[in-house]
């Protein structure tokens, strides 16, 4: 695997261990005001100075990474799990259902640029965590199913699942054990693409003031509430937008060299 | 011929089936807002007759669709009088509905603030395009050197780092600290570019690592290896030869990628306080609960993006015969 994709990795484990371990990791209390240390520069006791509020920004950027994971990991365990499932089954009926899902509903779902969906569905159905999941599960499902689809339709020419045909084996035997196992390796790519794109999209509609409300510290909204004072205190943006770029480039390190160590032909490239 | 067109015609058809399916999601989306509308747009102060009399203009007093299911009687069927008849009644004529707050007719509202947006997107393309082509170019044909390396960091960078921290440094380092720029809004023409290349920064990313992949994979064709034995410059190998063929890939990108700078341009219209559509949906739409005014933005926004794929799509297929016959 790429050098990059080891770095990906190792930025990756950084945040997920800082998730984890937050509450030993933080050095104050993420909600903490303090109006007499407003804007306060980087120093000993606040290693990422304070923001609006005298909030420590490094305890919020270390909680904030909590939120983005737990979003983004859920975000693509239901949509990659409810993807696979519609695409197993486009890919492995074909005819009038393959027809019907690949040539109508994902062109539906795929008609609606992304994020557009995600600030309608959120905008309708009010703001908060679980609301954001759902609508980025909603836009999110139709690329894992798109993968599967494809991978399914491969599969399934394969002279074992002929033989387990003849041998008379059911479809979902045939589905679930010999062509699902051998069809999920591009999902593993989808997933850290997937996984980097939700936690960009989390940030954005909370900077949008469409996702987590605050005080809660998700780092979309930290840069919305430090965008004001930008031009005199940096700092407050600089720590949650670095966050923000360094946990998408390392899942995009993680899917791009795993896409070319599953597939030789890009390896040369 | 007879083949072309008939293809022509499912094509066509699935791009109507696809918008009557996006009007009709969109249609209905007022229904998954909790509560009553009314009373969530009015406030818990607004008295049971002003609610009813808002309810009544608005057609809320009708049913949502043609029939409703209830769980004592069942399905029921409510007629034709429904919200959803007439807002494609109104649709079909031009008429997108008025806005919940302000009366106007939303088609108005609308199509008074696109044009800034689709200035700016076209304005971000443009971007992407002078930065990705000459970059990409460049790397794929000096592959792994120094210029490949950094063009490959570049263009992580720029997938990676998010509109909503790349536009306040610009403002930061070209508008507060340079004084080239207005910091937000849009007094002067060049007051575009700060918004454009925030915008276009992620797409130019994209391109540059497509340019490139294009330009290698395309050096190693046999057509290629004719030119040079023929003795063409390596320079016009690349700008003649590798270059037209290179960029069929790129038009699709940028086709599908107009849906994805008109969604993005919400972020990069707030930051930069641009009178477009997305500050229309954000600040209008979503910040005073106009879900009519929502539903309008979403929905010209979807079909435009429908309409720039079918044709991305066209253009694609008319660019490269191998598609054409396959």
Not at chain 1, 111 to 128: E, N, Q, R, S, T
Request: net charge positive; glycine share 10%.
């Amino acid at each position: 695997m790429s050098r990059l994709a080891y770095i990906g990795f190792a930025i990756a484990a950084m945040f997920i261990l800082a998730a984890i371990f937050a509450p030993f990791i933080a050095t104050h209390d993420v909600t903490a005001q303090n109006l007499a240390m407003r804007y306060f520069p980087p120093s000993a006791e606040h290693w990422f100075g304070t923001d609006g509020l005298g909030r420590d920004v490094f305890s919020r950027v270390v909680y904030g990474a909590r939120i983005s994971l737990e979003v983004g990991i859920t975000v693509v365990v239901v949509s990659s799990i409810f993807g696979t499932f519609v695409g197993a089954i486009a890919g492995f009926y074909g005819g009038f259902v393959d027809k019907f899902l690949s040539g109508y509903v994902f062109n539906v779902f795929l008609a609606f640029p992304g994020l557009l969906l995600a600030i309608a569905l959120v905008a309708f159905l009010g703001a908060g965590q679980g609301k954001l999941i759902a609508a980025l599960c909603v836009i999110g499902w139709v690329g894992y199913a798109r993968v599967m689809r494809g991978q399914v339709l491969k599969v399934r020419e394969y002279d074992y699942v002929l033989a387990a045909r003849a041998l008379g084996a059911s479809n979902m035997r045939i589905l679930f054990t010999h062509i699902l196992p051998n069809a999920v390796q591009p999902l593993i790519v989808q997933a850290s693409l997937g996984m980097a794109g939700a936690v960009l999209s989390e940030a954005s509609l909370s900077f949008l003031g469409l996702g987590i409300p605050p005080p809660a510290p998700s780092w979309g909204t930290m840069i919305e509430e430090a965008r004001q004072f930008f031009s005199s205190s940096p700092h407050v943006l600089f720590f949650p937008g670095m966050a923000i770029a360094l946990t998408v480039l390392a899942f995009n390190f993680i899917g791009d060299g795993l896409r070319e160590y599953l597939d030789p032909k890009q390896r040369s490239r | 011929m007879k083949y072309k067109l008939l293809n022509f015609a499912r094509q066509f058809a699935l791009m109507l089936l696809v918008i009557w399916t996006v009007v009709s999601l969109v249609t209905l989306l007022i229904e998954v807002v909790p509560g009553d509308p009314a009373t969530v747009i009015l406030g818990e102060t607004a008295t049971q007759e002003q609610i009813e009399n808002f309810r009544v203009k608005h057609g809320l007093d009708r049913p949502a669709f043609f029939f409703s299911y209830s769980g004592e009687s069942g399905f029921i069927w409510n007629g034709l009088e429904n919200r959803y008849a007439e807002y494609w009644t109104g649709l079909l004529k031009g008429d997108l509905g008025t806005s919940f707050q302000t009366d106007r007719p939303i088609f108005d509202m609308i199509f008074e603030r696109y044009p800034a947006t689709i200035k700016l997107a076209i304005a971000a393309m443009l971007v992407a395009i002078g930065i990705a082509l000459p970059l990409g170019v460049l790397a794929g044909s000096r592959k792994n050197s120094l210029v490949d390396n950094a063009a490959s960091f570049f263009a992580l960078m720029g997938i990676s780092l998010p509109t909503f921290v790349i536009g306040p440094f610009l403002v930061y380092i070209f508008a507060v600290k340079l004084g080239w720029f207005s910091p937000t809004g849009s007094y002067y023409p060049e007051d575009i570019v700060l918004p454009a290349v925030t915008l276009g920064a992620a797409l130019s990313a994209i391109l540059t690592r497509m340019v490139r992949s294009s330009v290698i994979e395309e050096l190693g064709e046999d057509y290629v290896r004719t030119a040079r034995a023929k003795g063409v410059s390596e320079r016009k190998v690349l700008y003649k030869h590798v270059l037209k063929n290179g960029l069929i890939p790129v038009v699709t990108i940028l086709g599908l990628q107009l849906g994805v700078l008109l969604a993005g341009a919400i972020i990069t219209e707030k930051i930069f306080n641009w009178q477009g559509l997305g500050l229309l949906l954000l600040e209008d739409g979503i910040g005073k609960r106009d879900y009519r005014l929502v539903q309008g933005c979403v929905l010209v926004i979807s079909i435009t993006f429908i309409l720039a794929n079918s044709l991305t799509d066209f253009v694609y297929r008319k660019l490269d015969p191998r598609i054409r016959f396959s």
